[in-house]
RNA sequence: GCGGUGAUAGCUCAGCCGGAUAGAGCAACGGUUUUCUAAACCGUCGGUCCCGGGUUCGAGUCCCGGUCACCGCGCCA
């Protein structure tokens, strides 16, 4: 016997329909407002009877009756359905519908396929983006980690994504680093640790060139040298930017990220001369004390408060590389939405850059793609400021990996002295990051973030270990048993759920699509962390209740289904926030 | 001045379109192991959801007013 399980869109089809088997007069006009209700309800509740029936005077408990006697008897037989309170109608799902679920989602394709169906097209996602001859530090975490989070949930529910990494790799301090190096590169040290000694000679030219000085005019002359093209300093630059690239790899390659393209700002230099013309011609833009600007007369305060998109001395700034940098996204990736994720200080920048783009494609006919600015809360010190150690630098993001995986590395001798040393670093490696990542993807974004190092690195409670660590106990249990989760034939004689540990499990597990729903329509990664950890937590309520190794086959095998759906449920989530599972730790 | 974001347990935070008794983790206290990894599980303690109004069957959630914090607002990115 085929049993399906309802899931929310089923249960919602299914009221409309009774509402017009009921013989409702209005029908058409009901809208069920099905979701996932709270455990200790039901799986789903349908709270839309009680505003329908209020704009009509109606009595909302009677018209939830006639919505439950007019369900279909098929749907009664999967479901348990009451109504509740003032005219909630609960949908319990029966066992046997739950254990259809668990066996309809065998594999990770058919898990993405009940997902799929968020996003189509091409999505251009623009994240991390740090300032090229410069150290990444703890500032430059969330974009990145958050960013590639965004990427994999994209794509996951059924977009193609460019992963590009606008680089801050052109502007005025080129012509001070350049003066710098051109006096006091030390050759051993730009080989031992390029981008320490390339911030040396920043600060160094920075210093020695004030206000007002001659030196700072020499350092100006480097840069208009750079930019029209001199032969010596763009080969300096070029050497900047790999050397810079290069780091930052390491540092992308232990949080899993690997950019499709590093299109910087320099790429877009030649590109702002058409978004000036294209704007004058279309009369967005105008001359304003000089500079070329945009004002959205529509807009509160962007009526006056200007969008500077050229410079009063003929120069782009960053409007302008921006306005050319969504244009090329555009025409040349084709891109059906644009996601960028910076910090929120740029909220005002990116909603001028967004009605700024509206109108100029709208004028031109280009295709407009969706436009997100996903923003997120600061990263600071305990005093509410910008971030320092207590000599007084920023906290280098490779210190805060390293200080990661050490702590990592001590609880994991202290737990699993048997293992090998290397198999301990590398689980200190994936625990660690992985500890660090979470913290910041399990936080709401929108809220600022106070910086601590035990928060960050804290190894218990809503945090990555507690999730990796169900999944190893999942794979130390199948070695026991000697099979492979994914093994359909030692699953073939489950029967369904039947203790209160196993079917919470069960009931945890076919949300999972509307998590990944979630998330992904917010653009909150959060939801997925929430969704995972109490995922981990019905586990292990259920690792502790119930034996899984037990004599009794068909006990055995639904057990060992539930195993092998947690796991991939589990390991599925943990890959979409870039994390690395483990199987043993 | 205008605008954005935030304020929920001692601490760090969830709370989705208004929905049922506001939830976790940490900390504190107590319990669970001859049994698949105790990095676990179970329990106890802990609340003026910043303040004041309003909308309604129902408000932490929406609206208005206020307080505090951080941030943005003409040539940095």
Redesign the pocket.
């Known amino acids: 016997m085929h049993v399906a399980c309802p899931l929310a869109a089923d249960l919602d089809a299914a009221l409309r329909t009774a509402a017009a088997a009921a013989g409702w007069a209005d029908a058409a006009d009901f809208q069920p407002?099905v979701?996932?209700?709270?455990p200790r309800?039901?799986d789903f509740?349908a709270?839309g009877v009680?505003?329908h029936a209020?704009a009509r005077r109606l009595n909302p408990r009677a018209l939830a009756e006639q919505l439950v006697a007019a369900l279909p008897p098929e749907l009664r037989a999967t479901c348990t359905v009451t109504v509740?309170?003032?005219g909630?109608i609960?949908f319990t799902l029966q066992p046997e519908a739950l254990l259809a679920w668990l066996r309809a989602h065998a594999t990770a394709e058919q898990l993405r396929a009940a997902c799929a169906g968020g996003a189509a097209g091409t999505w251009v996602v623009d994240y991390s983006s740090p300032?090229t001859a410069k150290q990444m530090h703890v500032g430059h975490l969330r974009s990145a980690v958050i960013g590639e989070a965004l990427c994999r949930l994209l794509a996951f529910t059924g977009a193609t994504v460019v992963r590009d990494n606008h680089l801050?790799d052109w502007?005025?301090q080129f012509g001070k680093l350049i003066y710098g190096y051109k006096r006091w590169a030390d050759p051993a040290a730009l080989a031992a640790d390029p981008i320490e000694e390339l911030e040396r000679l920043y600060k160094r030219g920075h210093e020695a060139t004030p206000e007002g000085s001659p030196e700072l005019e020499e350092a100006r002359r480097e840069l208009v040298r750079l930019q029209q093209g001199d032969p010596e300093n763009v080969a300096l630059w070029r050497k900047f930017s790999e050397v810079s690239l290069g780091a930052f790899q390491r540092i992308y390659d232990r949080l899993g990220i690997r950019f499709d393209h590093n299109l910087g700002?320099s790429f877009y230099n030649d590109q702002v001369e058409r978004v000036y013309t294209e704007l004058t011609a279309a009369g967005i833009a105008e001359v304003?004390?000089?500079?070329l600007?945009v004002f959205h007369p529509e807009h509160?305060?962007f009526k006056t408060?200007?969008f500077?998109v050229r410079?009063?001395?003929g120069a782009s700034?960053?409007a302008s590389t921006d306005l050319a940098t969504a244009l090329y996204r555009t025409e040349h990736f084709g891109a059906a939405g644009i996601v960028i994720v910076t910090d929120?200080?740029?909220?005002?920048?990116f909603e001028q850059l967004f009605l700024t783009v509206r109108k100029w494609f709208t004028a031109r006919g280009y295709r407009l793609p969706e436009l997100h600015h996903v923003t997120f809360?600061?990263v600071?010190g305990e005093d509410?400021?910008a971030l320092k150690t207590r000599s007084g630098d920023v906290i280098r993001l490779k210190a805060l990996l390293d200080e990661a995986e050490e702590r990592?590395f001590a609880?994991?001798t202290t737990?699993?002295p048997e293992l090998p040393e290397a198999e301990r670093h590398a689980?200190a490696a994936a625990?660690g990051v992985g500890a660090v990542q979470y913290a910041d993807l399990a936080?709401?974004r929108?809220?600022?973030?106070?910086f601590s190092w035990d928060?960050m690195l804290s190894?218990?409670?809503?945090t990555a270990?507690?999730l990796l660590?169900a999944g190893?106990?999942i794979?130390?249990?199948f070695r026991?048993a000697g099979v492979a989760p994914e093994d359909a034939t030692a699953l073939a004689a489950a029967d369904a759920p039947a203790t209160p540990a196993e079917l919470a499990l069960a009931r945890r597990l076919i949300r999972f699509p509307d998590a990944i729903r979630?998330a992904r329509e917010t653009l909150r990664p959060?939801?997925l962390c929430?969704y995972l950890?109490e995922l981990a937590?019905d586990y292990?309520?259920f690792?502790?209740?119930?034996?899984?190794?037990v004599d009794e086959p068909a006990v055995r095998a639904r057990r060992l289904l539930l195993c092998a759906r947690t796991l991939l449920v589990l390991e599925t989530g943990l890959h979409l926030l870039g994390l690395r599972p483990l199987r043993?730790?």
């Open positions: 407002d979701r996932a209700a709270d309800h039901a509740q709270n009680l505003p209020k509740a309170g003032p909630f609960n300032n801050g502007g005025t700002e304003s004390e000089g500079a600007v509160p305060r408060q200007p500077l410079k009063a001395d700034n960053y929120f200080r740029q909220s005002d920048h809360g600061a600071t509410g400021k990592a609880l994991v737990k699993s689980i625990v936080q709401n929108s809220s600022n973030y106070v928060k190894l218990d409670g809503n270990p507690y660590y190893a106990r794979h130390s249990i026991r979630q959060h939801l929430l950890f937590g292990s309520s690792n502790n209740a119930d034996k899984v190794l043993r730790m």
